[in-house]
C-alpha cells in the first residue's frame, strides 16, 4: 500500500545539525500533508513540524526558529532540516503522512518506523 521510510538520524553534539529525510512510497496519487512528530523518553509523543500540500508549514514552539521542515514534491519526499540542536531534542523522530490513495481516492495515513536522533557531548 504506502511505505513511509525516515533517514538521517545519528549522534550530534550540541549546537550541531542533521537534516532527516521522509520518502513516501506505493500507490500514491496525492500527499495531503507530511509531519514530524517526536517521542523522546518518559515523554508523550509530540508534533515538531507539519506541511501541507498547500505549502503550509507550523511547527512546534520549542523548534521554532532552529527547524525547518521543506518538501520535495516530485519525489514524494520531506524533509526535516534541524540546527543549534540541543539535549532535549533527543528522541525518535517519526515521519507521518497523509495521502490520496491512486484508484479509489481514498485517503489513508502512514507513520515511518522511526529515526534515532541523540544530542549529546
Known amino acids: 500500500q504506502v511505505q513511509v521510510v525516515e533517514s538521517g538520524g545519528g549522534l550530534v553534539q550540541p549546537g550541531g545539525s542533521l537534516r532527516l529525510s521522509c520518502a513516501a512510497s506505493?500507490?500514491?496519487?496525492?500527499?495531503?500533508?507530511m509531519n514530524w512528530y517526536r517521542q523522546a523518553p518518559r515523554k508523550q509523543r509530540e508534533v515538531v513540524a507539519v506541511?501541507?500540500?498547500?505549502?503550509?508549514?507550523n511547527y512546534a514552539e520549542s523548534v521554532k526558529g532552529r527547524f525547518t521542515i521543506s518538501r520535495d514534491n516530485a519525489n514524494n519526499t520531506v524533509y526535516l532540516q534541524m540546527n543549534d540542536l540541543k539535549p532535549e531534542d533527543t528522541a525518535v523522530y517519526y515521519c507521518?503522512?497523509?495521502?490520496?490513495?491512486?484508484?479509489?481516492?481514498?485517503?489513508?495515513?502512514?507513520w515511518g518506523q522511526g529515526t534515532q536522533v541523540t544530542v549529546s557531548s
Open positions: 506541511i501541507t500540500r498547500s505549502g503550509n508549514t
Open positions: 506505493g500507490n500514491i496519487f496525492t500527499i495531503n500533508a
Open positions: 507521518y503522512a497523509i495521502v490520496v490513495l491512486e484508484g479509489t481516492r481514498a485517503i489513508t495515513s502512514s
